[in-house]
């Protein structure tokens, strides 16, 4: 729902979300009022000390102070556990109430000084446990007033007072904001929070040099970060509802889900001989693309040997027997890569672990075991990485003798042609050729280092037509659709059960977002029993909940089809995606965006048997050939970044790749015409 307006301007929250901090509060202030009560018992007719009387009137005072504020508190939480998401009517009342909790932090900053004036000055000669206990109290007072100005300074929206309100509803339609003072208002709306997050960016990132190349990243996304929920009026809580509740809902899907409509979106598949090959060399190459990440991993994925091995090594002059580019100065980088890898000092051709934005590192190394040169290219270990994970525009990438539009991620172009330029042009391909002739060039990376592994064999792939790419867990949106079908011949990714960053497009966040918007405005439940049964399905599991959700309340959807202008409403103007809640399929869902793939052919590795299993419990793999298809909307689960991490799709590898002969099976969409052939 709209965020709260109080003292002129819309703050960050909405007026449901006082229920759960609320609460934890009323705890403390009643823990606090009968430590209280007890404590002027004990000493009640007998303040003979000095400054007794002014003990006295403290501890009456802040007794009847925290009566009020465990009043006020009571009736914020009661009013604010009323109504739903997108019915704040019986909430109309919470302003009021929190302009009367405001005004008692008045007294409550005068008494806090009051009673640390007397513990410093008039408690000497009075009981130590009782000036022990005022102390306390004082100390208490000064916590939660510290943090209630903490909670407001994070909750304060710097574009609350941009956002002027339209004179009355029933006076501004979807054609007044069209018209050219409507685009006028929304134009300068979205100026200002563009500049607003790239002050945040800029914030973020103070330490990095503000040269022009970073000065552009920070407009670059900053401009599609404010644009991504510009046309909604939700607050960060309505998401993590909507999230909990479109997580169930998934779930709920795939239960009900028919085992043969899992496999529908599968091509058909290469013999078994090929898919076994393909893992076995994925296994491999997943070596080098972690071992890419330096010693920041090896110490994450061995921490009990790790800072051991490494300490012998890290320190130790080997200058010369290998050529390092920058960032590594103890050598810990490059003695961590080589225990990851298995390969001695003079197998390596370069080391670069330079890092800039739109530079990242990667190495060049001679892979004798399976007669390779081996670049690996490495993933997001810094802020200037985020920035280049961040830089999502579509960026111009042709390519001979490709039809079609050709086009890319451009933070992971930029950085393919920066190593792109270093191999070809600086001769280091040459001089690794040069060494092994008969070697085939072969390329990996995860994640940023994936999609910049994919590009970079895009690039190289005219010169060497034999070259083979092995991307882990590479974003989806990298590439255009005549570039993905292009590098079907020479890529194969590797995605790991739910992991976010395959599936993290535009279009799928736009498609998150509209989801989001549905789940939202369909149930009917307050926001607080949202996130507290969220959360209880996230750590315990369970059945999901049976609320509302896209499969039911068909009319219910068609009547939200249209935004809901006013107080209610989700929007703050004219969406697509909320056009489009009636139906996927709806014309107003077409892509605003131009739509990016996943690069080459997709290998999809899952758990088998539940998603829920106790901590010890052993976890065993299927490997799948997919499609592209099967990454177009973000599935919700706490594994979602999990997944995503190197050693996790490693120790997926290693498992499938383990125990040998593999158990090749058909699944049950193979004993028809597709050939669907899982590990």
């Known amino acids: ?22 609460a934890f509060e009323l705890f403390l202030r009643v823990i606090w009022w009968i430590g209280t009560l007890v404590l002027y018992s004990l000493h009640k007719g007998s303040f003979d000390c000095p400054g007794g009387g002014v003990l006295h009137g403290y501890l009456v005072v802040l007794l009847v102070l925290l009566a009020l504020v465990i009043l006020s508190l009571c009736a914020i939480i009661y009013v604010s556990a009323q109504g739903t998401i997108t019915n704040p009517g019986p909430r109309r009342s919470i302003p009021v109430l929190v302009y009367l909790r405001a005004l008692l932090y008045l007294p409550e900053i005068v008494w806090a000084c009051l009673g640390a004036i007397w513990a410093s000055a008039d408690s ?15 100390v208490a007072s000064w916590i939660l007033l510290l943090s209630t100005g903490l909670g407001v300074v994070f909750v304060f929206d710097p574009l609350g007072d941009s956002r002027p309100r339209p004179p009355a509803p029933e006076q501004l339609g979807v054609r007044d904001l069209e018209s050219s003072e409507g685009s006028q208002f929304l134009s300068t709306a979205r100026s200002v929070a563009t500049q607003v997050w790239e002050s945040r960016l800029r914030l973020l990132c103070c330490c990095l040099p503000q040269d022009e190349s970073h000065r552009a990243a920070f407009s670059s996304i ?4 404010s644009g991504f929920f510009s046309d909604t009026d939700l607050v960060p809580s309505d998401i993590a509802a909507g999230l909990a509740l479109l997580h169930q809902e998934q779930d709920k899907m795939a239960h009900h889900r028919d085992p043969d409509d899992i496999l529908a979106h599968s091509p058909s598949s290469p013999i078994e001989a090929e898919l076994e090959v393909e893992l076995g060399q994925a296994a491999h190459c997943m070596q080098f693309a972690a ?5 920041p991993m090896y110490i994450y994925s061995n921490p009990l040997t790790g800072p051991c091995k490494l300490s012998g090594d890290c320190c130790r002059s080997q200058a010369a027997e290998y050529d390092i580019v920058g960032g590594d100065h103890l050598g810990c980088h490059f003695s961590s890569v080589l225990l990851s890898t298995g390969l001695g000092y003079r197998d390596f051709i370069y080391v670069s672990f330079h890092n800039q934005i739109y530079e990242i590192p990667f190495f060049v190394a001679l892979d004798h075991k399976r007669e390779a040169i081996l670049v690996a290219v490495r993933g997001t270990l810094s802020l200037k990485d985020v920035l280049t994970d961040l830089s999502a525009d579509c960026e111009n990438l042709p390519v001979d003798g490709v039809s079609g539009t050709c086009y890319a991620h451009k933070g992971m172009s930029q950085a ?7 191999l070809v042009n600086d001769g280091i391909l040459n001089q690794a050729f040069a060494i092994a002739p008969e070697y085939k060039l072969v390329i990996t990376g995860h994640s940023l280092g994936g999609g910049t592994a994919s590009l970079l064999a895009v690039l190289l792939r005219h010169s060497f037509p034999n070259l083979q790419c092995y991307a882990f867990s590479p974003p989806g949106g990298l590439l255009s659709k005549a570039l993905a079908d292009y590098s079907k011949d020479f890529v194969v990714s590797v995605v790991l059960g739910k992991d976010l960053v395959p599936r993290l497009s535009i279009p799928n966040m736009e498609d998150l977002k509209r989801r989001i918007l549905k789940m939202v405005s369909n149930c009917n439940k307050p926001k607080y029993r949202i996130l507290l049964q969220g959360c209880w399905y996230e750590v315990f599991g369970g059945e999901p909940d049976d609320s509302p959700t896209e499969l039911e309340h068909q009319r219910l959807e068609e009547e939200l089809s249209q935004p809901l202008l006013g107080e209610e409403s989700l929007l703050v103007r004219h969406s697509t995606s909320y056009q489009s809640l009636a139906s996927d399929d709806s014309p107003a869902h077409a892509a605003t965006h131009l739509p990016l793939f996943l690069p080459g052919r997709v290998l999809y590795l899952t758990e088998d048997g539940p998603s829920r299993r106790s901590c010890f419990a052993q976890v065993r793999y299927r490997a799948e050939w997919s499609s592209e298809a099967a990454f177009r909307s973000v599935l919700i689960s706490p594994r979602m970044m999990a997944d995503h991490m190197p050693d996790a799709v490693l120790r997926a590898l290693r498992s499938l790749t383990a125990d040998r002969p593999f158990n090749l099976c058909p699944s049950s969409s193979s004993l028809g015409n597709n050939h669907h052939y899982v590990i």
């Open 1 to 22: 729902m709209p965020g709260m307006v109080a003292f002129g301007r819309r703050w960050g929250i909405a007026s449901d979300d006082l229920v759960l901090p609320g």
């Open 124 to 138: 000497q000669g009075c009981d130590p446990a009782t000036v022990g206990a005022v102390i306390a109290a004082v």
């Open 222 to 225: 900053a401009q599609l970060v």
């Open 291 to 295: 071992a890419a990440y330096g010693w």
């Open 416 to 422: 393919a042609r920066y190593i792109y330029r270093k």
